[in-house]
C-alpha cells in the first residue's frame, strides 16, 4: 500500500495507555499517524509519549505558540487518508454526534471528508446508557464506522460491554478503511487449518497444519474490501467485526459448512487441509495402552475441493492448494483438471523452515495456461500476492459470478 495517514484522535478514557502500541504497529505497517491529544487523554499519558511513538509534532489545540498558519485542524483534516478517535469516550461520542466543534478533534472531524472510525471505550453503565446508543446510531447513519466496544472485565472491576476492541482487532479495521478495495462486493469463503478426526476423547489422527495460510488469505481478503467466510480447525483463528468466522474439527464438519457457504461465494479459496481419512470408529473412553499393539481401520473422508469443483457456478473462481513432498507441477496440475480448478498454489512441504507450521514459504502458482514463482516470504506477504494473481485472472477472463 502506498503510504497512508491517519489522523488520530485519543480522548480522555482509562484505554489511552494502550494507544501507542497501536501507532506503533501501524507505523510497521507504513502508516503515518498524526495524533491528536484531548487535555483529558494527555492527563494519562504523555504528548512525549505520543510524539516518540509516532515521529511527529503532537498536536493538543488550535492555539499554541506554534500554531501554523495555513490552519491547523483544517491542514489535519486534509492530511487525513483516515480520521479516528481511539479510545472515544461518551463526552467526545456525544460532540461528534450532535455537531459541536469546540476543540482541535471535534473541528478537525467536521472539516475532514475522509472516513472517519470511532473506538468506543467506557464503563457498562454509560455504554447502555439511551443518550449514548442514539449518539452511536446518528453515527453510523452519517457513515462513521464503529468499532466494538467488546464485553468483559473492565478496569472499573465490571463485567459488561464498554471495553474498547483489542489492538488485532482495530489494527485490521483501520487497514480495511486505508486499503484498496478491489475485492469490494465479492464474497470471499476461506478454510483453513488441518482437521483431528477423534480416535477417542484423547487421540485424534491430524497434520501439521497451523491455518496461517487461509487465515493470512482471509485476513487480506477483508482488507481489500471483501465479505469473508472464514472456516477453521484453530484455535487462533481470526473473529473480527465484519468477518463470519466458523470452527470446525473434522473434515465432515468442514465439508458440511462448506458446502452450504459455496453457493454464497464469488470466490472459494480451499487452503486448509483436511485429513484424507478418520477412524472407522470413534471410541467414547479412552484406548488403554496394551502390548498387543493397535490397529485402526481407516475409511476416506469426503473430498470438499472436489465437491466444490463439481458444483461450481458460472463466474466463481475455486482456488485450492497442493501441498506435495515431489513432482510438485504435475501433481499440482492433475489436481487442478481432476477438481475442476481455476488456480492452484503449489508448495513443496519437504523443505526445512517452510510450508505447514512455518511463517514463511515459496509456492508457485498453476493455471491451466501459466505458471508464476514466488520466492520464499512471510505468508501474509504470499497472501496478497495470491489475491493480487487472483483479480488479475479474474479480470482477464472477464467472469462474473452469478450465485
Not at 235 to 257: F, I, L, N, S, W
Not at 262 to 279: C, E, F, G, L, Q
Request: with cysteine; glycine share 8%.
Amino acid at each position: 500500500m502506498d503510504q497512508k495517514t491517519l489522523v488520530l484522535g485519543v480522548s480522555g478514557g482509562i484505554a489511552v495507555y494502550k494507544v501507542p502500541e497501536l501507532i506503533s504497529r501501524l507505523r510497521k505497517k507504513g502508516i503515518a499517524v498524526e495524533v491528536i491529544l484531548t487535555k483529558s487523554a494527555a492527563e494519562f499519558v504523555t504528548p512525549l509519549t505520543f510524539r516518540e511513538v509516532s515521529l511527529n509534532p503532537v498536536h493538543l489545540d488550535m492555539f499554541h505558540d506554534s500554531f501554523q498558519w495555513n490552519v491547523e485542524h483544517i491542514a489535519l483534516a486534509k492530511k487525513a487518508d483516515l480520521m479516528a478517535v481511539i479510545p472515544a469516550t461518551a463526552n467526545i461520542i456525544g460532540k461528534i454526534a450532535n455537531g459541536i466543534a469546540d476543540d482541535l478533534l471535534t473541528t478537525s472531524i467536521m472539516a475532514t471528508r475522509a472516513p472517519k472510525l470511532i473506538a468506543p471505550a467506557m464503563n457498562t453503565g454509560m455504554y447502555e446508557n439511551p443518550a449514548l446508543q442514539k449518539n452511536l446510531a446518528t453515527l453510523r447513519e452519517y457513515g462513521f464506522t464503529i468499532v466494538g466496544p467488546e464485553a468483559g472485565q473492565l478496569l472499573c472491576g465490571d463485567t459488561g460491554s464498554g471495553r474498547m476492541s483489542s489492538l488485532e482487532e482495530l489494527e485490521i479495521q483501520i487497514l480495511r478503511l486505508l486499503s484498496r478495495h478491489d475485492l469490494e462486493g465479492e464474497l470471499v469463503l476461506v478454510t483453513a487449518g488441518g482437521t483431528r478426526e477423534p480416535l477417542d476423547p484423547v487421540r485424534y489422527i491430524g497434520n501439521r497444519s497451523s491455518g496461517k495460510m487461509g487465515h493470512a488469505l482471509a485476513e487480506a481478503a477483508f482488507k481489500r474490501g471483501a465479505k469473508v467466510f472464514l472456516i477453521s480447525t484453530s484455535e487462533a483463528a481470526p473473529h473480527y467485526q465484519g468477518m463470519e468466522t466458523y470452527c470446525v474439527d473434522t473434515a465432515e464438519q468442514m465439508y458440511e459448512k462448506a458446502l452450504e457457504l459455496a453457493p454464497r461465494s464469488s470466490i472459494v479459496i480451499k487452503a486448509a487441509a483436511p485429513a484424507d481419512y478418520r477412524p472407522q470408529t470413534s471410541f467414547e473412553q479412552k484406548i488403554k495402552k496394551s502390548s498387543d499393539g493397535l490397529s485402526v481401520q481407516l475409511v476416506l473422508n469426503p473430498d470438499i475441493l472436489a465437491e466444490l469443483g463439481k458444483r461450481k457456478f458460472p463466474g466463481q473462481i475455486l482456488l485450492g492448494f497442493a501441498a506435495e513432498t515431489q513432482n510438485l507441477r504435475e501433481n499440482a496440475l492433475t489436481k487442478l483438471t481432476r477438481k475442476n480448478l481455476d488456480i492452484i498454489v503449489g508448495n513443496l512441504v519437504n523443505i526445512p523452515g517452510l510450508g505447514m507450521g512455518a511463517v514463511n514459504n515459496r509456492i508457485t502458482i498453476y493455471t491451466k495456461h501459466e505458471t508464476v514463482e514466488l520466492p520464499e516470504q512471510p505468508k501474509t506477504v504470499l497472501a496478497d500476492q495470491i489475491l493480487d494473481y487472483l483479480v488479475s485472472y479474474r479480470s482477464k477472463a472477464g467472469s462474473h459470478p452469478s450465485p
